[in-house]
T-cell receptor, first 111, second 111 residues
Framework: NAGVTQTPKFRVLKTGQSMTLLCAQD?????MYWYRQDPGMGLRLIHYSVGEGTTAKGEVPDGYNVSRLKKQNFLLGLESAAPSQTSVYFCASTTGYNEQFFGPGTRLTVL | KQEVTQIPAALSVPEGENLVLNCSFTDSAIYNLQWFRQDPGKGLTSLLL?????REQTSGRLNASLDKSSGRSTLYIAASQPGDSATYLC??????????FGKGTRLHILP
C-alpha cells in the first residue's frame, strides 16, 4: 500500500516548455487535489476532482490543466511553463469527508 | 469564497510551555477541519481531523477544538518539546468540495 505517490520528485524546465506531473493513489479515493506551495503562502488549491472523469477549478487554476481518466490517477499539466510556476506541487486524496492524504511533493523550477 | 486565517504567523516559546494555535474560517458550512504539521522541506503529516459534528479531538499532547458557528478552531499543544518545532497548517473542507488551507503558523520551541 503505497498511499499517494508523485512523479517526478524534481524537475527543471525552461520557459515555454511543457510537462505533466503524475499523482497516483491506491486507496480507492474518489477525491483528488493538486496544490502549489510557495514561501509564506501556505498551500493554494489549483484544481481538484471529485471522481473519475471530473475536474474543477480551485483558487489558482490559470496556466494549468488537469485530467482524471482513471480513478487512481490525477495528472497536472503545464502547457507553457513560466517562472511564476516555480513552486513545490503537492497532490492529495480523500474519500471526501475524511482525512486527506498527501504525496511527498514535486519541486519544479522554471528558468 | 472560503478564506482561512492562521494567527500568529510565527511563534517562539520556551520548552515545556503549553501553547495554542488559532485557525479561523469565513464560511461555517464545512464538512471537517484538519490540522497538519510540516517540517522544513518536507511533506504534510496529518495530526487531527475534526468532523463538523464534533467539538474536539485529542491525540497524545495535542487537542484540537472546533466552534463551527463562530468559524474557529484551536490546536492546543501541551508540554511543548523542541521536536514540536515545525509549521502547523489547518485546512477546511467545504460543501463545494474544495479543501482550503491557511498560510500556517511557524512554531519554534526554544530548548
Amino acid at each position: 500500500n503505497a498511499g499517494v505517490t508523485q512523479t517526478p520528485k524534481f524537475r527543471v524546465l525552461k520557459t515555454g516548455q511543457s510537462m505533466t506531473l503524475l499523482c497516483a493513489q491506491d486507496m480507492n479515493h474518489e477525491y483528488m487535489y493538486w496544490y502549489r506551495q510557495d514561501p509564506g503562502m501556505g498551500l493554494r488549491l489549483i484544481h481538484y476532482s471529485v471522481g473519475e472523469g471530473t475536474t474543477a477549478k480551485g483558487e489558482v487554476p490559470d496556466g494549468y490543466n488537469v485530467s482524471r481518466l482513471k480513478k487512481q490517477n490525477f495528472l497536472l499539466g503545464l502547457e507553457s511553463a513560466a517562472p511564476s510556476q516555480t513552486s513545490v506541487y503537492f497532490c492529495a486524496s480523500t474519500t471526501g469527508y475524511n482525512e486527506q492524504f498527501f504525496g511527498p511533493g514535486t519541486r519544479l523550477t522554471v528558468l | 469564497k472560503q478564506e482561512v486565517t492562521q494567527i500568529p504567523a510565527a511563534l517562539s516559546v520556551p520548552e515545556g510551555e503549553n501553547l495554542v494555535l488559532n485557525c479561523s474560517f469565513t464560511d461555517s458550512a464545512i464538512y471537517n477541519l484538519q490540522w497538519f504539521r510540516q517540517d522544513p522541506g518536507k511533506g504534510l503529516t496529518s495530526l487531527l481531523l475534526i468532523q463538523s459534528s464534533q467539538r474536539e479531538q485529542t491525540s497524545g499532547r495535542l487537542n484540537a477544538s472546533l466552534d463551527k458557528s463562530s468559524g474557529r478552531s484551536t490546536l492546543y499543544i501541551a508540554a511543548s518539546q523542541p521536536g514540536d518545532s515545525a509549521t502547523y497548517l489547518c485546512a477546511v473542507s467545504g460543501r463545494d468540495d474544495k479543501i482550503i488551507f491557511g498560510k500556517g503558523t511557524r512554531l519554534h520551541i526554544l530548548p
